[in-house]
């Protein structure tokens, strides 16, 4: 049976995934009392309600320590492939990405592991990968963090492999910097013979290179607005033009721009913690991560949403952001809740729309 197409592949002009629903606090750093539980129960809640309300794609993040502080947020998560299993069985047609730091796991054991996930999903598995950058997390598994243009390098014979697996019917031999592997084979192939989609965020230099090289989906950081257009249009070129650009952000709306502003007061002034916020620029500084430097100046948005971009206001002006993204050329974002079932209504029966009625979704 060929691969079917998916939601990620539809006529939405801008589409939209939930982000980092798989750790506690998701991707937000306040102690207020409505913060994520990521319970597996409440996953599976949002990802049918993501399902139902016709997002393209949840997007987990790749976590193995917390952030410390009060909060600690991602202190609990789920493993990203078992948990796009789960989720995968449990939904019908949204895309689950598994997010996979290549450092961490055998290309052979992750190009099977997701191949079945694809199969479980019927072809609505898709890779993140990820080249690592959290010195502690790679100390826990004894093997450090390469300097940081090594790590691509790794990944790209990482990957390279692992795409052998997933295409060549015939056992083959492997030589490179990093393996050393003999008579490997892998079978069944992914869902319909044909790869998972794959997705890349490096911000570095050689980041976005790989990103370009390899990935359907590219995504980049949102500084600027008025730097944007600019930077999607280089990235898409360098990718030949043929990948999506997506960002990360999160979402905080209420009705008005009051109640929002009075909102985003309480989550980040009143309950955030600032103690994570300091750690996290911390450990991203030290662990090379191109956007260190820049997380140190921007705590508010560590709070809000681990530094990706703020998406915050009235319903109108949210979908009016998403209309600026869109306009400056970004496909589409994956963006966390503060949380994902309780803050999930607001996105379906007020953002949707509005986006609908500015043409970016059908
Ligand atoms: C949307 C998105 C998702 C990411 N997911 C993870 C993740 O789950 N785990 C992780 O360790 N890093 C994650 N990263 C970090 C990137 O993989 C990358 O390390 C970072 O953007 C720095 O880029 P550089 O390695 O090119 O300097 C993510 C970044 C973005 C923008």
């Given at each position: 049976m060929p691969r079917p197409p998916t939601r990620m592949q539809g006529p939405n002009r801008y589409k939209l995934g939930l982000f980092g629903m798989n750790c506690s606090g998701g991707l937000t750093m306040t102690?207020?009392?409505?913060?994520?539980?990521?319970?597996f129960e409440n996953n599976r809640t949002a990802a049918r309600l993501a399902d139902e309300g016709a997002l393209e794609f949840l997007l987990p993040v790749g976590r193995w320590h917390g952030y410390k502080g009060e909060t600690d947020t991602a202190g609990e998560s789920f493993e990203t492939l078992t948990w796009a299993c789960g989720l995968l069985a449990a939904t019908r047609e949204i895309s689950i990405f598994g997010t996979v730091h290549v450092a961490l796991i055998n290309p052979i054991c992750a190009a099977k592991q997701m191949m079945t996930a694809d199969h479980i999903g019927q072809g609505r598995f898709g890779l993140n990968i990820v080249s690592g950058w959290n010195i502690g997390e790679h100390d826990m598994f004894g093997i450090g963090v390469r300097d940081h243009d090594k790590r691509y390098d790794y990944a790209e014979e990482w990957l390279s492999i692992v795409k052998r697996v997933w295409s060549e019917d015939e056992p083959f031999d492997h030589k490179g910097e990093y393996f050393d592997l003999k008579g490997v084979l892998g079978k069944p192939k992914p869902w319909g013979g044909e790869w998972p989609l794959l997705i890349s965020a490096g911000n570095s230099a050689p980041g976005r290179a790989f990103a370009a090289r390899h990935a359907d989906c590219l995504f980049t950081s949102v500084r600027e607005m008025e730097d944007l257009p600019e930077k999607v249009s280089d990235l898409r070129r360098q990718s030949g033009g043929g990948a999506a650009i997506f960002a990360s952000g999160h979402l905080i709306c209420r009705p008005t721009a009051k109640e929002t502003d009075e909102y985003y007061h309480y989550i980040v002034h009143e309950m955030g913690d600032w103690e994570a916020a300091d750690y996290t620029a911390e450990i991203r500084a030290r662990g090379g991560s191109s956007s260190g430097a820049r997380l140190a100046q921007m705590k508010e948005a560590i709070i809000s949403g681990t530094g990706t971009y703020p998406v915050v206001g009235s319903y109108d002006e949210v979908a009016e952001t998403f209309r600026r993204l869109s306009e400056a050329g970004v496909d589409g974002m994956a963006i966390g809740l503060v949380n994902y079932i309780d803050d999930f209504p607001a996105l379906r029966d007020e953002v949707l729309p509005r986006m609908q009625r500015l043409g970016l979704r059908v």
């Open positions: 102690q207020a009392p409505e913060r994520w539980d990521a319970s």
